[in-house]
C-alpha cells in the first residue's frame, strides 16, 4: 500500500487541479469517488478501457450487505458480480500468459505450503478489494469534509498544518477521527454460531445481530468527549474497520487515499466551502453503507 504513494499523490494533483476554476461543484462525483476507483484499477491491473464499470458494480455489490436487500437489488448484484467475475476470468488467463506488475498476478502466482488459489478464490478476492478498497474512502472523505466545514476552525487548522512537506502524520491522526465522529460503515450484520447471553438478552444460533459500529464510536467509556470533534484525539481505538478476523482487508489502502485526498484538498483550495452552510447532507439511505450521495461545495 505504501509503495501506491506517489502514484495516488499523481492522480489527486491531476484531479485536484481544474476543481477551483470550475465554480460550484460536487465534492463527492468531482473528487471523493474517482480516486479510490483509479487506485483500485491500477493495484489490479483493471485496463482503462474497463475502469468505468468498477463504481456501479461495487454501488450494486454492496446492497446486498443492507438488512432487507429488494429483489431487484439482488439481481442488480447477480448482474454486478458476473460481469465482473467475467472480466476478471479474462485478466487471470492473461497474467498466467504474461505475468505484470499488479495485484491480479501477484495473486496468480501465490503460494503457501504448495497450495494455489483457485480462480474462484482469486476472483471472489478481488471482488472483495473492489469493494473494502473504496466503499469507505469515498464515504469516509466526503463525510469527513462536510465535518470540517462545519467546524471551520478544523479545517482551517489542517490547511496550515498542509504547508508543511511531512505533515502526512497530521492528516492520518485527522483520517481517524473523522471515521470515528461519522462512520461510513455505521452497521453490519453477524450471524450467531453458539448460544449467547448478551446484557440479559437470549441470542440463539442463526439469528442475525446487528453491530453498530457508530454507537461503539461514540461510547463515553472509551473516548472522552465522544460528541465532540478533535483531530488530535489519542488513542482513538474507534471500530470503523471492525475488528478481529472481520478486520477490513481495504482499511491500509483507504486510510492512505483519505490521507492524502485529505491534505491534498487543503492544499489546493484553502478557501472551500459549502454551497447552503445550512445544507443537512444528502444521504443515499443505507444502513450498512452510510454516505453522501452529493455534497455542494465552491473553492471560495
Request: proline fraction near 7%.
Amino acid at each position: 500500500m505504501e509503495a501506491l504513494q506517489a502514484r495516488i499523490e499523481a492522480i489527486l494533483d491531476e484531479q485536484v487541479r481544474g476543481l477551483g476554476a470550475r465554480g460550484p461543484f460536487d465534492l463527492v462525483a468531482d473528487y471523493a469517488e474517482p480516486l479510490p476507483v483509479t487506485v483500485i484499477a491500477e493495484l489490479l491491473g483493471v485496463p482503462e478501457a474497463e475502469r468505468h464499470a468498477l463504481r456501479p458494480w461495487s454501488a450494486a455489490i454492496v446492497k446486498l450487505y443492507e438488512p432487507a436487500p429488494t429483489a431487484a437489488d439482488q439481481a442488480e448484484a447477480e448482474r454486478a458480480v458476473l460481469d465482473f467475475s467475467a472480466l476478471l476470468r479474462e485478466l487471470v488467463a492473461q497474467r498466467r500468459a504474461q505475468p505484470q506488475d499488479d495485484l491480479i498476478t501477484a495473486l496468480v502466482q501465490a503460494e503457501e505450503a504448495g497450495d494455489r488459489l483457485t480462480e474462484q478464490e482469486l476472483i471472489d478476492t478481488c471482488i472483495l478489494l473492489l469493494n473494502a478498497g473504496h466503499e469507505a474512502s469515498v464515504n469516509g472523505l466526503s463525510a469527513g469534509v462536510l465535518a470540517l466545514l462545519r467546524q471551520r476552525e478544523h479545517w482551517d487548522a489542517l490547511v496550515a498544518a498542509a504547508q508543511d512537506e511531512d505533515s502526512l502524520p497530521v492528516f492520518r491522526r485527522a483520517i481517524e477521527e473523522l471515521l470515528r465522529f461519522d462512520t461510513p460503515l455505521p452497521m453490519f450484520e453477524r450471524i450467531v454460531l453458539d448460544p449467547l447471553t448478551l446484557a440479559g438478552a437470549e441470542l440463539k444460533p442463526g439469528e442475525r445481530v446487528a453491530l453498530l459500529y457508530a454507537s461503539a464510536n461514540r461510547d463515553p467509556e472509551k473516548f472522552e468527549a465522544p460528541d465532540d470533534l478533535r483531530l488530535n484525539r489519542d488513542p482513538n481505538p474507534h471500530l470503523t474497520f471492525g475488528l478481529g478476523i472481520h478486520y477490513c482487508l481495504g482499511a491500509p489502502l483507504a486510510r492512505l487515499e483519505l490521507a492524502l485526498s485529505l491534505r491534498a484538498l487543503c492544499r489546493t483550495l484553502p478557501g472551500l466551502r459549502l454551497l447552503d452552510p445550512h445544507e443537512p447532507g444528502q444521504y443515499t439511505g443505507g444502513f450498512v453503507i452510510r454516505g453522501l450521495a452529493r455534497l455542494d461545495v465552491q473553492a471560495g
